[in-house]
């Protein structure tokens, strides 16, 4: 599975931006989001099964953020709203036969190249 992320960029503190995660290969996955701040550990952000029925959230993003797939094109969104400077990092598209371990980064099979979001206060 080859992971293509794109849809980073400077928001100001407040504001939205939405990822994109498109998926080339096998399309039975369950797919999310990472991020991985300076300095810090890689941590996980949010997950969809494959089928697009089941979701979760870390809690520092629920309320604020929202993780929906297309199944037909195999892309993944992440809609993120009312950003904070601490949101920002390098965010990680991800991918993995288990939806259930999703949650850990060394659990995961398939990763996409980073992009970068900066959250200016």
């Known amino acids: 599975v080859q992971l293509q992320a794109s849809g980073g960029g400077l928001v100001q503190a407040g504001g939205s931006l939405r990822l994109s995660c498109a998926a080339a290969g096998r399309t039975r996955y369950a797919m999310g989001w990472f991020r991985q701040a300076p300095g810090k550990d890689r941590e996980f952000v949010a997950a969809?099964?494959?089928?697009?029925?089941?979701?979760k959230y870390a809690d520092s993003v629920k309320g604020r953020f929202t993780i929906s797939r297309e199944v037909a094109k195999n892309t993944v969104f992440l809609q993120m709203n009312s950003l904070k400077p601490e949101d920002t990092a390098v965010y990680y598209c991800?991918?993995?036969?288990?939806?259930?371990?999703?949650?850990?980064?060394?659990?995961?099979?398939?990763w996409g190249q980073g992009t970068l979001v900066t959250v200016s206060s």
């Open positions: 969809i099964s494959w089928t697009a029925d089941s979701a």
């Open positions: 991800a991918a993995d036969l288990r939806f259930d371990t999703l949650t850990v980064p060394l659990r995961i099979e398939y």
